[in-house]
Nanobody
């Protein structure tokens, strides 16, 4: 059974930074996609960033150049570094893991590609 536990959310002013972490436990190898999603009130869940192995990373257009995704395989930790935060980044952030190691670039930011989810951590950005 795969479990994901997020931490690091909080409240910041616009222009500030936050780093989210997600500890992944269970049977996941380096070829299984991991990702961060977010969901704001009355909005659909959207993919923010995804990572596979050491070289594949995909970002939503809205966060390119501001967010960085990385993982520490030794610590089984997925990290999302967020800089220059904007009020529209306010949302509940979730980490997710896919049970498949058949990587699909087009699916990396789709929620239906992922099987395991954390409970979320809130990020609030004030103007």
């Amino acid at each position: 059974q795969v479990q994901l536990v997020e931490s690091g959310g909080g409240s910041v002013q616009a222009g500030g930074s936050l780093t989210l972490s997600c500890v992944v436990s269970g049977s996941m190898n380096n070829h299984h996609p991991l990702a961060w999603f977010r969901q704001a009130p009355v909005k659909e869940r959207e993919g923010v960033a995804a990572i596979v192995g050491r070289t594949i990373r995909r970002f939503a257009d809205s966060v390119k150049g501001r967010f960085t995704i990385s993982k520490d395989n030794g610590e089984n930790t997925l990290t999302l570094e967020m800089e220059n935060l904007k009020p529209e980044d306010t949302a509940m952030y979730y980490c997710a893991a896919s049970a498949t190691d058949d990587v699909s670039w087009s699916a990396l930011l789709r929620s239906d590609y992922y099987n395991y989810w954390g409970q979320g951590t809130q990020v609030t950005v004030s103007s």
